[in-house]
RNA sequence: GGGGUCGUAGCUCAACUGGUUAGAGCGUUUCCCUGUCAAGGAAAAGGCCGCGGGUUCGAAUCCCGUCGAUCCCGCCA
């Protein structure tokens, strides 16, 4: 017989079924025994004797034969689904036992202290809430997928294994072995990469894609990797990537977390100067009601500098006597009513940048992009760029050369998305496998050392590592 | 890199100004119970008090160090 799901048996009273899953809860009452099995699609109850069911335990994966019977009305429980119905269990095989858990799942989890919650994390995500988020999060990048599909964008997956970027974080960098004594770096994003996707003509790219930073976390910021929406779009204004981005998570929010309200329609769109001037920061928290955890209040920050002074010791790329650093990254464009100002007061240019701000915490960025490849070497100048720095970017300035749309993106954060949506406190929740703040992935014992060989491998001196031997 | 908080049973927590044999709830195990749905009742098992050093007649408790977790600052366009 087929196995069915537990959802399924709603409407098969009188009929035989086979159904497998984890034993949720017991409940023995001497010679008859109630069973919760829970699968995929919730749970059901089953009945027995103590014969057919009193040598099972919590956690335990079956697989049984039973007929489902509607339960009197008296019986009914409105809790679950499957109230309405119970099995009668007429043949019982234990798959596999379990023992005790480490920590209970039948909570929300938020009492557990997160180190054995992340130890242990395939049986944190049993809990109810954490397998819900995980789900929510796979419909919410479906949906995206789809989304966007409709609108003509093309998913194009860009290197994981690439080039230290000018991002400004901490990169990983990656040890080579064809090139001994080179590094990759992991991608901080991949911007260059979908610039350079539209000088090809794709004109609208996505990725859903993970960015990996080297910096300390914080509850809003998982230690190591993130998960953004990355797009980029030719023949835009700030504007329509605006309107798109609006329209994209608006659709997302009514169909995915109908219970959810948007404060306010359009979302509204706050100079950079006003946002710092009037909430003292360029993440505002435009909630009406903080406390109400349906409420999700987009904005927009505008007008941003385009150059901050600079203030790094060291800068990227080794430039350390720059007087200006760019405020979002060196790709974006000053504003074109600012342009003469690159010459004279360059503090004042203000650049095409978009935040976007969601209950106070920043859940995207992007710009329109410089395409004029002087404009580009203006800016590579005025942030400090030796010649040989601007070498390292000379195939962005050539691809410039062959025929460049103008363009501009927008990078929302998958995670932090999820967090506000799900009203969770950190990202951590809605990550399947986070790493710890202290960097470890605990339940794989993540990092972990590497013997001499590898090391010798990658031309990497084997005395100053902390190597197995 | 810096600061705060925390670390006691499988889980969540108590244990007073240092003082008998470190307790409770939940969970687990065993027994009783034929309609529960977080079942109920009875009993039992379960402890390197994170780790190392120190102070003291005596340390879970005080001190120093260390490891780990978490929050914040730095950092993260």
């Known amino acids: 017989m087929d196995r069915i799901l537990v959802v399924d048996t709603i409407n098969k009273a009188g009929e035989t079924v086979s159904l497998s899953g984890w034993i949720d809860t017991i409940r023995a009452h001497g010679k ?10 919730g749970i059901i109850q089953l009945v027995g004797t103590k014969d057919m069911l009193g040598a099972v335990h919590c956690e335990d994966v079956i697989k049984l034969d039973g007929i489902v019977k509607k339960r009197p009305d008296k019986m009914v429980n409105p809790n679950i689904k499957t109230g309405t119905v119970e099995i009668e269990v007429t043949k019982l095989v234990v798959l ?18 997160e180190s054995i919650r992340l130890k242990y994390r395939y049986l944190d995500l049993r809990r109810s809430r954490m397998a819900r988020n995980i789900r ?58 979908k610039q350079l996707l539209m000088v090809s003509g794709f004109e609208k790219y996505f990725q859903i894609v993970r960015c990996f930073r080297d910096e300390d976390p914080r509850k809003d910021r998982a230690y190591g990797e993130f998960t953004q929406l990355d797009m980029e779009m030719s023949f835009v204004t700030q504007n329509d990537i605006m309107e798109l981005t609006e329209r994209l998570f608006t659709d997302l929010v009514k169909k995915l977390f109908p219970q959810k309200h948007i404060t306010q329609t359009p979302w509204p769109r706050i100079p950079h100067k006003e946002s710092v001037a009037k909430y003292g920061n360029d993440k505002p928290d435009l ?11 987009f904005a927009w920050i505008i007008d941003f500098p385009l150059f901050n002074k600079q203030t790094k010791e060291d800068f990227y790329h080794g430039s350390g006597k720059a007087e200006f650093a760019p405020s979002h990254h060196m790709f974006t464009a000053p504003h074109p009513d600012d342009i003469a100002l690159l010459d004279t007061e360059p503090l004042k240019v203000r650049g095409l940048q978009h935040d976007l701000s969601l209950n106070g915490f920043e859940v995207g960025g992007g710009s329109i992009r410089i395409h004029q490849p002087e404009i580009q070497s203006k800016v590579f100048d005025l942030i400090g760029f030796t010649n040989t720095q601007k070498s390292e970017f000379k195939h962005m300035l050539e691809a410039f050369t062959f ?21 969770e406190k950190s990202v951590r929740e809605v990550i399947a496998f986070p790493a710890s703040s202290g960097g470890t992935i605990s339940v794989m014992d993540a990092p972990s050392e590497v013997t001499n060989g590898q090391l010798s491998e990658l031309g990497i001196s084997v005395s100053s590592q902390h190597a197995k031997k």
């Open 32 to 41: 008859i025994v109630f069973i919760d099995l829970r699968d995929r699609s």
């Open 96 to 113: 596999n036992k379990s023992k005790e858990l480490p920590l209970p799942i039948d909570t929300d989890g938020y009492e557990v202290d």
């Open 136 to 193: 929510l999060r796979s419909d919410t990048t479906l949906y995206i997928r789809n989304w966007l599909n409709k609108e003509g964008f093309v998913e194009i997956e860009t290197p994981i294994l690439t080039k230290t970027t000018p991002e400004g974080a901490r990169d990983f960098i990656v040890p080579s072995r064809l090139q001994k004594g080179k590094f990759y770096a992991l991608p901080q994003s991949p911007q260059q990469y």
């Open 287 to 297: 909630r009406k009601n903080k406390n109400d955890p349906n409420e999700l209040a």
């Open 403 to 423: 025929g460049v749309p103008p363009h501009g993106g927008i990078a929302p954060g998958i995670d932090r998305f999820l967090m506000a949506a799900l009203g």
